[in-house]
């Protein structure tokens, strides 16, 4: 794999990774408060370790698929828990906090770095053009 794309993959592993530990140590507290926001952050927990899991043996467009679904699930997830609640999961609106934000932006920045292995990998069929010069 060119270096280049070695450090994206580490990203979306780091970046799962981080997330991973972050769902974990507060899955207890989310189960407190009741069960639904508490098993949610259990399933992210488990989802994102074994895509940690997963990336750390394979590149495939599969597992960045995975990670990229997973990522962009947590944040949209964020997204509607500050401002609407999440349907049966969480349905109250949550307060932003730093730690979050500061977990969204790691995702955020997996999800990036996930598409972008994932677009530049993809074959893209020549134009017209490419074809008759070539």
Do not use: N, Q
Request: hydrophobic share 50%; glycine share 8%; net charge neutral.
């Amino acid at each position: 794999m060119p270096r280049g794309r070695a450090v994206e993959h580490d990203l979306v592993i780091v970046a799962c990774a981080i997330s991973a530990g972050i769902h974990a140590a507060l899955t207890p507290e989310h189960f407190r408060e009741d069960t639904g926001p508490g098993l949610g952050f259990l399933v992210s927990a488990v989802l994102l370790a074994g895509l940690v899991v997963a990336l750390t043996r394979t590149a495939s467009p599969p597992a960045l698929v995975a990670a990229t679904l997973t990522l962009a699930g947590l944040v949209a997830a964020y997204g509607l828990a500050i401002t609407t609640g999440v349907p049966l999961l969480h349905p109250e609106v949550e307060p932003t906090e730093g730690l979050a934000l500061a977990t969204k932006a790691i995702e955020a920045a997996g999800l990036v770095a996930a598409l972008h292995l994932l677009l530049r990998g993809r074959k893209v069929a020549p134009t017209p053009t490419e074809r008759t010069l070539a």
